[in-house]
């Protein structure tokens, strides 16, 4: 069983000859709407591995609000601390691609930026049972700490994805049993630049010493690496398949890793199923409905 406390946003994604300069209108098409959020991604990622998932966020009372309810009861998400905030629009990502799919994004957080300790406070009970609790920096610092609060108080194992990257209380990391940041947010974290195995080991010291036992960063399709202490860590390599769209699979790869872990799997023999989903999910275009099923998973780990 897993609780995930984070963001949902609807991305909002349109196709350009090329970036807007400022002030310009480009006309661009086609437009394609979908669930996003680093919160609901990994959620959506967790639960189609075959985890019992809720999911802690807050939505607008508007349209995309609606939708986002429709889409986790859909995906057998328990939706039950989903709170509808009155005064706040529900997230969205205004994503701006060009041909060269480099693209340009604004995260306007609304209501799941305002998660409070309250919402977290609410969830004890779900809290208390689970196996692991997962979370990302996309919401308010104060939500992620009280998070790690109740999850301490509680015995649970909690995953810290610390994405996007925002200042927080490193004191935090002691209670924080695996991080799982990207080459960038390493970086951020640490001072230190993150581009292979060598660079992220010594990221991952730094990590360690602040508390957090288990150190794992992702090297996009190089793998992910690990660092549980001692001299030196190890690289669990990625798979390779032919990607076309990488947004969101930072969220695979939590929302397996997670699940895999939730379900009592090695750390080593977690990270190579977080692996193969962020692998799947490249594979097709878009965030949470690019997340794989478990029957893709399991015949995709046969071969
Ligand atoms: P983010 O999406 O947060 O930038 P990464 O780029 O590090 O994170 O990717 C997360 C994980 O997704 C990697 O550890 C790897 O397992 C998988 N992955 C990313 N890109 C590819 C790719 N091109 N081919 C196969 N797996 C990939």
Known sequence: KIVVIGSYVVDLMSRAPHLPKPGETVLGGPFKMGPGGKGGN???AA????????????????VFGREALEHFRRERVNTQYIKHDKDEATGAALISVDQ?????????????????????LEAE?????????????ETSIEAVVASV????KHGVPVILNPAPFQKFSKEI?????????????AHELTGVEVIDEHSALIAAK??????????????GKQGAFLYTGGEKGKLIPGFTVDAIDT??????????????????????????????????????????????????IDEFLKH
């Open 149 to 152: 609060r109740l999850s301490a």
């Open 47 to 62: 639960v189609r591995c075959g985890s019992n998932v809720t999911f802690v966020t807050r939505l607008g009372d508007d």
């Open 173 to 185: 990391l002691k209670d924080v049993s695996y991080i799982t940041p990207n080459e960038t947010e």
């Open 125 to 137: 009970a779900e809290i208390k049972e689970a196996d692991i609790v997962l979370l990302q920096l």
């Open 206 to 219: 730094k990590l360690y010493e602040l508390g957090v036992k288990n150190v794992i960063i992702t090297l």
């Open 100 to 120: 060269q799919s480099e693209n340009s994004i604004v995260v306007a957080l609304g209501a799941c930026g305002k998660i409070s300790e309250g919402d977290v």
């Open 42 to 44: 990994q959620a959506t």
């Open 247 to 296: 947004t969101g699979a930072g969220d695979a790869f939590n929302g397996g890793f997670a699940h895999a872990v939730a379900s009592g799997k090695s750390i080593t023999d977690a990270m190579i199923f977080g692996n193969c989903v962020a692998a799947l999910s490249v594979t097709k275009i878009g965030t949470a409905p690019a997340m794989p099923i478990k029957t893709e």
